[in-house]
């Protein structure tokens, strides 16, 4: 199994700065990354996958990079709706796995 | 447009039963596996597994083989996640998701959440 390890746990920003959310891999994943975000009662919303490509109807202040074991998710300049958790997730179809980071709880500073 | 419909917010007491619901709309229904994901309170996102309508073929996670079961009517399009003896640690929410790219892509659309509570 894969494990993903996001960081920081939570993450303290001023609207209108940046914010970097980061990803780990227990082993290469090959760019099958997902970011998703989920405010209180909702289900999650994709985001970005294949690491960097973006998501309908998801703002380009959302970008995505990384490779190997290390990805990150930037957001350019904080909106107050961008406040919420973020989650990424490993996807993969041969073997199959799927595995989730546990979360990086983004909150107003 | 895709819709994931889920059944109501169940409350059972630990060793009933429970089957929750996915109805899905707006695309062929056995052109995508459908994944379960549950989320404990206050918790981060466990994959459950998936099952692919057309022949019901599943996977389960190790974490989650022979504590739950998939199941999908195609007449109805909708898939299934039952418990044949709820315990209390089953208290979560419990998303339907459609992986993107068979059989287990990123997911692209998800239900509204089922919040199932089982106390005594």
């Known amino acids: 199994e894969i494990v993903m390890t996001q960081s920081p746990a939570t993450l303290s920003v001023s609207p209108g700065e940046r914010a970097t959310l980061s990803c780990r891999a227990s082993?290469?994943?090959?760019?099958?990354l997902a970011w998703y975000q989920q405010k209180p009662g909702q289900a999650p919303r994709l985001l970005m996958y294949g690491v960097s490509t973006r998501a309908i109807g998801i703002p380009d202040r959302f970008s995505g990079g990384g490779s190997g074991t290390e990805y990150t998710l930037t957001i350019s300049s904080l909106q107050s709706e961008d406040f919420a958790v973020y989650y990424c997730?490993?996807?993969?179809?041969?073997?199959?796995?799927?595995?989730f980071g546990q979360g990086t709880k983004l909150e107003i500073k | 447009e895709v819709q994931l419909v889920q059944s109501e917010a169940a409350v059972r007491k630990p060793g009933e039963s429970l089957k929750i619901s996915c109805q899905v709309s707006g695309y062929i229904f056995t052109d995508y596996y459908i994944a379960w994901v549950r989320q404990m309170p206050g918790k981060g996102l466990e994959w459950m597994g998936i099952i692919y309508p057309d022949d019901s073929n599943t996977r389960y996670s190790p974490s989650f083989e022979g504590q739950v079961t998939f199941s999908v009517d195609k007449a109805i399009k909708t898939a299934y996640l039952q418990w044949n003896s709820l315990k209390a640690s089953d208290t979560a929410t419990y998303f339907c998701a459609r992986p993107n790219i068979p059989p287990q892509g990123y997911f692209d659309y998800w239900g509204q959440g089922t919040r199932v509570t089982v106390f005594s």
């Open positions: 082993q290469r994943i090959y760019g099958n």
């Open positions: 997730q490993h996807y993969n179809n041969w073997p199959l796995m799927c595995s």
